[in-house]
C-alpha cells in the first residue's frame, strides 16, 4: 500500500539532493574566483609598484637635467633665498 504523502517525501528528498549538488558547485566556483582575484590583484599591485617607481625615477632625472639657472628658483631648498648664494657644497 502506497501512503499518500510518498511521492511528495521523495520530491523533497530530490529537491535537496539538487540544492546541495548546486551548492557544491557554486562554492567551487567562488573558490575558483576568490584565487583569481587574487592572482590578478597580485598582478596588478606590482605593475603600479613598478609605474611609481619609473615615474619616480623619470621625475630624478628630469631634476638632473635642470639647467644651472633654474636651479636657483624657490623650487630647489639648497639654493638660500635669502643670502642670494648657493648653500650646496662644492669642491672649489
Not at 638632473?64 to 642670494?84: F, L, V
Amino acid at each position: 500500500m502506497l501512503v499518500p504523502y510518498t511521492p511528495t517525501l521523495a520530491l523533497v528528498a530530490l529537491g535537496l539532493i539538487v540544492m546541495v549538488a548546486i551548492g557544491v558547485r557554486v562554492i567551487r566556483s567562488l573558490r575558483r574566483f576568490a584565487s583569481a582575484r587574487t592572482l590578478v590583484g597580485d598582478r596588478v599591485g606590482d605593475g603600479v609598484g613598478l609605474l611609481k617607481a619609473r615615474s619616480a625615477a623619470l621625475k630624478v632625472a628630469f631634476a638632473e637635467r635642470r639647467r644651472p639657472e633654474q636651479a636657483r628658483t624657490r623650487a630647489n631648498p639648497a639654493y638660500d633665498r635669502r643670502g642670494g648664494g648657493d648653500r650646496r657644497i662644492t669642491n672649489g
